[in-house]
């Protein structure tokens, strides 16, 4: 997992999974990088494998913490599976999801 700053987006890919064992390193890679500047915190989900509800919680307390500065999460290619999740859920309302 690793982030890169692109203007007024932040990064975050080489996403593997993004489950109870791997939420916490993600939520302080992405909270450690926020800068005030960034309004988009794009997630390359394109190489996870799986996402579980840590993972979903990880993700939407990045969205409130971009959402409070008018920004939003982007969620770009995410596996056929992990995106039928997130429209099941109802995610899709919250996330803009990209697909691949």
Do not use: W, Y
């Not at 890169?4 to 489950?19: H, Q, W």
């Not at 971009?66 to 920004?71: A, M, Q, S, Y």
């Not at 969620?75 to 697909?99: G, S």
């Amino acid at each position: 997992m690793r982030t890169e700053k692109r203007g007024d987006t932040l990064v975050v890919d080489e996403i593997l999974t993004l489950n109870s064992e791997s939420c916490r390193l993600f939520k302080e890679m992405v909270h450690g990088a926020l800068l005030p500047e960034h309004k988009v915190v794009e997630v390359d989900l394109s190489r996870a494998r799986t996402v579980d509800s840590d993972g979903i919680g990880a993700l939407i307390s990045v969205q409130k913490a971009v959402c409070g500065r008018g920004g939003k999460v982007r969620l770009i290619r995410p596996a056929p599976m992990i995106a039928d999740m997130f429209k099941l859920l109802q995610l899709d309302r919250v996330f803009e999801v990209v697909p691949g």
